[in-house]
């Protein structure tokens, strides 16, 4: 006892002494994570003061979500609204949310976010991972019980036609990371990196002082890295077919993004879409958007909007970076980098 006594006040002189010292070095002291939630494998990591804090607030953020946002949770929002006939239902504000960002996102994209999947995923086993190659009248049946703008929103209140049923897989990783970045900013944390299933966000520079470097994984060759960007402050967002994908006995490969056009995998010219901006959930959202929009919706839709780059890859081997993080962007590929312009040329 007189030992863990003496001990706890020489650990308060040396904290007292620490505040006091006139140029204390700064606290890059590494606080980390690494979970598997939501189906995927998350790292968090926050440098310096509140950052252990922060990081178990985090952990248990993450738990809270995965719960709420789950489809197969019986007690979950998606749960609720994916079984109440038509019904209204009350969900968090985490739930609201999203679907606001996902309402605009379909708005933006002409239909090619569109939450309202669920049936046709299940019918491709890409929910279980029981994959199949479901009939083209199964797929055309499902698909008829599509469609985002049948969806009401108010406030917390949400109403879902019978029959319709949701999921959140394109959206919910990029909003966790803004919750999860946004404790650590509550707890005064100001270099942090978070990656969630490759979903990458970051707070401020690292400590060092350099900007944080992020690889984006090349579509061709998932082993290796197409680049890396640097940044600060950013959300860096991918989807691509090179995950989660089931080929058949043809070596016909099919991919997790449907196209909410036919209900196939979205085969309109991208295999790789990373998406840079300030939010994860809009990015998040945005990435499987443009994936799905494809190389010239995905330009004209980046050119009308004002918050956010973007890398592409094309199934003919293009590498299209926008001018605004060309500058910020490292090809390590072999493809030749084209850079978007704004101003179409
Ligand atoms: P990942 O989750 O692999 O990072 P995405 O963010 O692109 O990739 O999300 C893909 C998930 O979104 C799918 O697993 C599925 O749950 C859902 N999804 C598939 N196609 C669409 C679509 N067109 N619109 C909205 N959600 C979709
Ligand atoms: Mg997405």
Redesign the pocket.
């Known amino acids: 006892m007189k030992h863990r006594l003496a001990a706890a006040a020489a650990a308060l002189l040396l904290l007292m002494t620490a505040g006091c010292g006139e140029s204390s070095a700064q606290d890059d002291t590494l606080h980390s994570a690494d979970i598997f939630a939501m189906d ?1 494998y998350m790292s968090l990591k926050a440098y310096g003061a509140g950052g252990a804090e922060a990081i178990s607030e985090a952990e248990a953020r993450i738990a809270a979500l995965e719960h709420t946002l789950s489809v197969t949770d019986s007690q979950s929002d998606l749960w609720a609204l994916n079984h109440a006939e038509g019904c209204p239902v009350t969900v968090s504000a985490d739930t609201a949310q999203i679907l606001d960002t ?1 309402a605009q996102v ?1 708005d933006e994209s002409g239909g ?4 309202s ?2 049936p046709v ?1 299940q019918a491709w086993g ?2 279980t991972g029981s994959y199949q190659v479901p009939s083209g009248a199964q797929i055309a049946g499902l698909l008829s019980l599509a469609d985002d703008s049948k969806i009401v929103r108010n406030g917390t209140e949400i109403s879902v036609p019978a029959g319709m049923q949701l ?8 909003y966790t990371g803004d919750c999860v970045t946004g404790i650590m900013r509550a707890h005064g944390v100001s270099s942090a990196i978070i990656s969630l ?3 990458v966000q970051a707070i401020g520079k690292k400590p060092d002082g350099s900007l944080w470097r992020v690889g984006i994984t090349n579509p061709m060759q998932p082993e290796i890295n197409l680049g890396v960007v640097e940044i600060e402050n950013k959300a860096v ?4 077919n090179y ?2 994908y089931f080929t058949d006995d043809a070596g016909n490969r099919y991919w ?5 056009a036919d209900g196939y995998p ?1 085969d309109n010219g991208l295999i790789s ?1 990373t998406v840079i901006g300030e939010s994860g959930l809009r990015c ?2 945005l ?3 443009l ?2 929009e494809g190389t010239a919706l995905a330009a004209e839709h980046w050119r009308r909007s004002g918050d956010f780059e973007m890398i592409l890859v094309t199934d003919t081997g293009r590498l299209l970076v926008t001018e605004g993080i060309a500058p910020h962007f490292t090809n390590q590929s072999e493809l030749p980098c084209e850079v978007l312009k704004r101003e179409e040329t």
């Open positions: 995927t996902a379909s090619a976010l569109c939450i999947l669920y995923l890409f929910t999921d959140l897989g394109a959206l919910a990783k990029g299933g490759g979903n967002i991918t989807s691509g995950e989660r997790h993004i449907l196209d909410p979205a879409v998040d959202a990435s499987t958007a994936y799905v």
